[in-house]
């Protein structure tokens, strides 16, 4: 299947001299994906990006979750950014905006990559690409993806897949295509893509993982791996795992760890709004780009 292009194009990019045409000398990739969707997309898009470096040097990976950076990393203008979020109710997770900020562009090219499970990605791309355009960079290409939704996994469930790979490779060869076509880089050339401002309000709730204690070795895996520290041990005798129900937000990370399956999704209201869910969801959505 072949993505909905959006081309985007401007004339001002075509007249730049030889002499300044835009060059990016390496990759970086910077993702926060708890059930594995965005970041097998943007690894991809770093993949087919990586042919057109000078010297075919891998791109360079900054993990969200397992590695949220404990420092300012600031790209220099030669080093293109390419930023993949997941899409939770329409939204970038508010988890990841202060993450995302720790990189900083000094006018250096960035790719804004959205992954949503079927549904709508709504505002995300747009949140996303303002956030990019807020630290420094300029956004010459987004795009918005499809993988296995992360709370109703029935929906999507084969995403993404080999059809999405060839969407996500020529989306990265077009993007440097642009880029090897531009001049210097500036605000007004950020690429617009579909959403609205105010963005979608975020409201409170929805389905959360439960823990099965009858299932439950008290490992400490999904203690250790959420983001928002919602999780904990408590004891020390007669220990279980235990949820904050007002800091979870539900990313399904614990879910992708835990050895036993004591964490899941679960539960007879649950199973009726996935049922929904999945029937409302079910006709295929393609990726979306915008170059």
């Not at 042919?51 to 950076?69: E, I, M, N």
């Not at 679960?266 to 006709?283: H, W």
Request: with cysteine.
């Amino acid at each position: 299947m072949v993505g909905a292009w959006v081309i985007m194009g401007d004339e001002r990019e075509k007249t730049a001299s030889k002499e300044n045409l835009m060059r990016f000398n390496s990759v970086e990739l910077v993702y926060f994906s708890p059930t594995g969707g965005t970041r097998r997309i943007v690894e991809w898009i770093g993949r087919a990006l990586q042919k057109a470096t000078p010297d075919g040097k891998p791109a360079v990976a900054h993990d969200l979750l397992s590695r949220p950076p404990a420092q300012d990393l600031v790209l220099s203008p030669d080093s293109l950014l390419v930023a993949g979020m997941p899409v939770y109710a329409g939204r970038i997770p508010p988890h990841c905006l202060p993450l995302l900020r720790r990189f900083k562009g000094r006018h250096s090219p960035a790719l804004a990559v959205a992954v949503y499970g079927n549904r709508d990605y709504d505002d995300a791309l747009l949140e996303l690409r303002n956030a990019l355009g807020g630290s420094g960079f300029v956004v010459t290409g987004a795009a918005a993806f499809v993988s296995r939704h992360s709370v109703f996994p029935r929906v999507a469930a084969d995403r993404p897949d080999a059809d999405d790979e060839r969407v996500a490779e020529e989306f990265a060869r077009r993007c440097a295509a642009r880029l090897a076509d531009m001049g210097a880089l500036s605000r007004d050339l950020n690429v617009t893509v579909k959403g609205n401002t105010p963005y979608k309000e975020l409201k409170p709730g929805g389905p959360r993982p439960d823990v099965d204690h009858t299932e439950c070795i008290q490992c400490g895996a999904c203690v250790d791996i959420c983001p928002v520290n919602a999780l904990s041990v408590s004891g020390p005798t007669d220990a279980a795992v235990v949820r904050d129900m007002n800091l979870c937000m539900g990313c399904a990370a614990c879910i992708q760890v835990c050895p036993t399956g004591a964490q899941a999704w679960r539960g007879p209201q649950y199973e009726a709004m996935s049922a929904v869910f999945a029937e409302k969801c079910a006709a295929r959505r393609e990726p979306e780009l915008f170059v």
